[in-house]
């Protein structure tokens, strides 16, 4: 962030000590410890690791105008996860009960690792969320899948983002000829009797309740058996303006908005990353925020069990105001 010269724009005659507390003002965001106004700011700290995520890697089939991570065909930033990097952190976690394992993009089927990844997780009874497009790359896995849903039933859930319940605003965000082929795959999945799962978004102007309505007829009248109105089934993200001034959390925010730190993901998750250039996968704070070094915590997960501090524009906007949740 920029740091702004103290001498610029003094008035001649004018007491420099007014602009010097101007100019002093503090941006947001800067400081981990304390707010641009000067108070305490908030820290999460690590509840219980309930979720260990992978980023598979930011290669995807899509390149969606607004994907949070930048993922396309190109973009390459978070290299692929390898099967055997995963199996580190697997036995590292092995004596800790973690719940669930889940896998996030990019488009994690894309990675050739990416079944050995998830059978390696179910075979150490963890469950598992896989994050897909359920588009081709998936469908490039059917026998592999049908394997692992005999094994291990239940315990694997694939859950297929549509970023509306109507093809117009799905296809304006995600491209051309993307509403087909995703539903086709919900189909398979559906037919084959995955435990499935969508995340949608409800568009400004659109209750809960209508979006839910909503994509409750879409999934009845292609014979998805995903309930539209189970949260767990069905995880609705609010429309967010990425670009909109955030309030910076503080301390005294948790009583003030009645929200817990307890609620947050990171309370309760942590992902591993491979950058591009770095020998080995690093563990982050949570899903949101892969690159920046503020929320890089560590290499293995006993090194990033300490607390996190809520020093990004994401903790105010998708978390403590937003309610986001990545995890089923
Ligand atoms: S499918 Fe998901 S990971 Fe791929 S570009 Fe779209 S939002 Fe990003
Ligand atoms: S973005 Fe959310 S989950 Fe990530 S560190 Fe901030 S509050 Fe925690």
Redesign the pocket.
């Known amino acids: 962030m920029a740091t702004r010269s103290l001498s610029r724009n003094v008035p001649t005659g004018a007491s420099p000590f007014a602009v010097e507390a101007e100019e002093l003002a503090r941006e947001k965001f800067v400081d981990p410890l304390v707010t641009a106004k000067g108070e305490a700011r908030a820290t999460v700290g690590l509840r219980k690791l309930d979720t260990l995520w992978f980023a598979t890697g930011?290669l995807?089939?899509?390149?969606?105008a607004?994907?949070?991570?930048?993922?396309?065909p190109t973009n390459d930033a978070l290299i692929y996860m390898s099967a055997q990097h995963v199996a580190r952190f697997l036995d590292e976690i092995g004596p800790l009960n973690v719940r669930e394992i889940g896998f996030?993009?990019?488009?994690p089927f894309m990675n050739p690792d990416i079944i050995a990844m998830i059978e390696g997780a179910l075979r150490c009874q963890h469950e598992v969320l896989v994050?897909?497009?359920a588009?081709k790359p998936m469908r490039r896995h059917e026998a592999e899948l049908l394997r692992l849903r005999h094994d291990h039933g239940d315990r694997l859930t694939i859950r297929v983002?549509i970023?509306h319940h109507t093809q117009e605003v799905h296809e304006a965000?995600?491209g051309p000829n993307s509403w087909e082929p995703m539903l086709d795959g919900l189909r398979w999945l559906s037919a084959n009797h995955f435990s499935i799962a969508a995340a949608g978004r409800s568009l400004a102007g659109e209750t809960q309740e209508q979006a839910r309505s909503a994509y409750g007829a879409l999934f009845e009248a292609q014979g998805i058996a995903i309930d539209a109105a189970d949260p767990s089934c069905l995880v609705l993200f609010p429309e967010m303006d990425a670009a909109a001034d955030v309030p910076e959390i503080t301390t005294e925010c948790w009583g003030i908005l009645g929200k817990s730190p307890d609620d947050q993901m990171c309370a309760s998750s942590r992902m591993v990353v491979h950058r591009k250039g770095e020998p080995a996968p690093r563990v982050v704070a949570c899903t949101l925020l892969p690159y920046d070094p503020g929320f890089d915590l560590g290499d293995t997960i006993a090194e990033a069990n300490g607390a996190v501090s809520l020093n990004h524009p994401h903790c105010a906007r998708f978390c403590v105001l937003g309610g986001a949740s990545c995890s089923a």
């Open positions: 930011t995807c089939n899509l390149a969606c607004n994907c949070y991570i930048e993922s396309s996030t993009g990019g488009e994050l897909s497009n588009m983002s970023d965000e995600r």
